[in-house]
């Protein structure tokens, strides 16, 4: 069982290139979720899904786009790159939208850095 | 708003010695707090939920609502411990996570 992975490990990508960073979870889990690291700003929320066919915006959300046409898959393009986006990515995923003993899992991340 | 706040962005202590990471959060209702644990060149992971009241890895954290916090705290440290600690918020009618800045755990032998 992978649990969740994603690809690639990492990038390098001049400015103004369209990249998918790519997502993908074997435990059936409802809810997926896209973060980006930044020193001293901890993990913020890109976009989320709470079941396939339904995506929604996060915190960061400007300059990103998703879809989820599955329930496996969770891409996330960025459709312009711009140096600011230059971060660590991690996808995650939980069982149900909603739920008191919710827990999320990650992926291993992906280094973006965007020239 | 939620919000989640962690003072401390290193925190060195010796082995053996007690530590003590500090999360403050700020939730208009009843939230539900974690401990995320980063070791170095592994994914992030859930440590403990105050939902479950458990001691994981010798650790604990009780959720004081009076002062909206819900620090970590280990009596005696292991250099094993040294990494990236995150706290995290959930709402109960909502299903994002909001998670603080985090704070950067070394332990010294």
């Known amino acids: 069982i992978a649990g969740i992975t994603q690809a690639p490990t990492s990038q390098i990508l001049a400015a103004g290139r369209r990249m998918t960073l790519r997502c993908t979870q074997d435990?059936?889990?409802?809810?997926m979720y896209w973060y980006r690291q930044d020193l001293g700003l901890g993990l913020r929320l890109i976009h989320y899904?709470?079941?396939?066919?339904?995506?929604g915006k996060g915190e960061v959300p400007d300059g990103y786009s998703v879809s989820r046409a599955n329930t496996d898959d969770f891409p996330l393009t960025l459709a312009s790159a711009v140096p600011s986006q230059t971060s660590v990515y991690f996808c995650?995923?939980?069982?149900?939208?909603?739920?008191?003993?919710?827990?999320?899992?990650f992926g291993p991340g992906t280094r973006l850095t965007v020239l | 708003a939620q919000r989640v706040t962690q003072p401390e962005k290193l925190l060195s202590v010796f082995k053996g010695a007690p530590v003590e990471l500090k999360c403050n959060y700020s939730?208009?209702?009843?939230?539900?707090l974690f401990w995320y644990v980063q070791y170095s060149r592994q994914r992030l992971q859930l440590l403990l939920r105050?939902?479950s009241r458990e001691s994981i890895k010798g650790f604990t954290a009780d959720l004081n609502k009076g002062e909206t916090s819900f620090h970590l705290k280990k009596p005696f440290a292991q250099e094993e411990d040294s990494a990236m600690y995150y706290c995290?918020?959930?709402?109960?009618?909502?299903?994002?996570?909001?998670f603080g800045p985090g704070t950067r755990l070394s332990v010294l032998p």
């Open positions: 995650a995923s939980s069982p149900m939208a909603v739920s008191s003993y919710n827990e999320q899992f």
């Open positions: 435990m059936r889990h409802n809810a």
């Open positions: 899904s709470n079941t396939a066919g339904t995506t």
């Open positions: 939730y208009s209702g009843s939230p539900e």
């Open positions: 105050h939902i």
């Open positions: 995290a918020l959930k709402g109960l009618k909502g299903q994002n996570f909001v």
